[in-house]
């Protein structure tokens, strides 16, 4: 197998992690799995490892950023616009009987690079409608589902433009492994040990409860933040409705929130650039007022910015608040990924578009309209963007006004 020089036992160990740590995989569980075509032996790795943890079926679904690549360019604005009912009923009935969702990420991170941005939202915004009861049930953490990466080609080349191309995929491997805490100890037992530490935090801040955030820093953040009433910092595992406990993220270094969607005043500017649907945007910035993104700019990737920005209403408002030290293994070691799993646990960000409803309290039962009424967001996106710097200053308000500078220099005070 093509493991780029690294140990076959170590790799077991990652797809073992992820099908058992990650999404728990019980047995009699159904799992569904996304896996990069390229990178097919390590699908099999999953595969293998998931019917050893007792799944009854795993179902893969190979995909392929080539294939994807020439839908987007040349299918029909019909077949975009129109998810059949066999595939929609594909994910849906999954969701609604339980399974685990394992997506395996990692490919080139300009793969969509040139395809018309309005097409690929008109198949989203279609995805998105037909798809819902998946969706639903994923962002309320009702099923287990964990997003990973592996290397592939052309993200390694993007990576490590300076490298030949096996030593690029050695390379992205090593510190994927790293970020994972794949190592000489027991990476389960590491798992538990930075959940502990994630946890602490989120009931720290939790404590608090504070009304706003204030974020400084000297690339031109000037920025408060509203937080949700009853709002809920949450980081590292989350349960089921089954009751199963599960990883959404490996890795995560982040904790989160759900900010009030209507409370949001003055700049953010990007830490780190920001790969959306297969795009670059770098070097951007937003303003909002009273909620609202009300002006932005790009240096690079602009018209990507606005397609993603006027998606629908939701879109220009933020759906999640998430902090992490600049000081994070990942941020460690100064590398930009060009990938949001990667990024966005080296660096604080917000995202735009939908809120996690589990972020505040009893907001899994309630309706979009209540939702709504405590700050949540709603959009068919959600983008994390970068603005962790390692100056960053993060300063919390309570209701009375008092304030408290919890982030200094980029990391808890
Ligand atoms: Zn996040
Ligand atoms: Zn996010």
């Known amino acids: 197998m093509s493991f780029y020089g690294i140990e076959e036992a170590k790799i077991r160990e990652y797809a073992r992690l992820v099908v058992c740590t990650g999404v728990n995989v019980q047995p009699g569980q159904e799992v569904i799995i996304r896996c990069p075509v390229e990178y097919y032996e390590f699908g099999h790795l999953l595969i293998e490892e998931a019917y050893k943890a007792g799944a009854a079926e795993v179902l893969m679904r190979w995909n392929d950023t080539f294939d994807s690549r020439q839908y987007y360019l040349y299918a029909s604005e019909e077949a975009l616009c129109n998810v059949p009912e066999w595939k929609a009923e594909s994910y849906n009935y999954y969701s609604r009987r339980g399974a685990a969702y394992i997506s395996i990420a990692g490919g080139d991170p300009e793969a969509f690079k040139g395809v018309d941005p309005k097409r690929m939202q008109m198949n989203e915004a279609a995805m998105d409608k037909a798809l819902e009861t998946h969706y639903k049930l994923m962002m309320a953490s009702e099923i287990p589902w964990t997003v990973a990466a592996v290397p592939q080609k052309k993200w390694a080349a993007k990576v490590f433009p300076e490298l030949p191309e ?34 602490s935090k989120c ?121 992490v030290p600049y000081t994070s293994p990942i941020s460690q070691m100064k590398t930009l990924f060009y990938n949001t799993l990667f990024d966005e646990n080296a660096s604080c960000h917000f995202a735009l578009g939908e809120c996690y409803p589990t972020t505040v309290a009893g907001g899994a039962a309630m309706s979009e309209e209540e939702l709504k009424a405590v700050g949540g967001n709603s959009s068919i996106n959600h983008v994390d963007f970068m603005v962790g710097t390692a100056d960053l200053c993060i300063t919390g308000i309570r209701e009375d006004g008092t304030e408290t500078v919890i982030f200094e220099n980029g990391d808890w005070v």
Do not use: C
């Not at 510190?175 to 040990?193: C, H, Q, S, T, Y």
């Not at 490996?250 to 830490?271: H, K």
């Open 203 to 323: 009931r720290m801040l939790n404590d608090y409860a504070f009304e706003k955030l204030h974020y400084k820093n000297s690339i031109g953040t000037d920025f408060t933040v509203g937080l949700a009433k009853g709002h809920i910092w949450e980081g590292g595992s989350e349960t089921a409705g089954t009751g199963t406990v599960f990883e959404a993220n490996m890795p995560t270094e982040e904790i989160f929130t759900m900010p009030d969607s209507r409370v949001a005043e003055g700049t953010l500017v990007s830490a780190l650039p920001l790969s959306y649907r297969g795009n670059l945007i770098r070097n951007f910035s937003l303003t909002f007022h009273e909620g609202q993104v009300v002006d932005y700019s790009a240096q690079e990737g602009y018209e990507t910015l606005k397609s993603l920005l006027e998606t629908d209403e939701g879109s220009k408002r933020l759906g999640e608040v998430a902090i």
């Open 166 to 199: 096996a030593e690029a995929m050695k390379r992205l491997w090593e510190l994927i492994l790293k970020a994972v805490r794949i190592g000489d100890n027991d990476a389960v037992k590491e798992w538990e040990k930075h959940d502990t530490f994630l946890k």
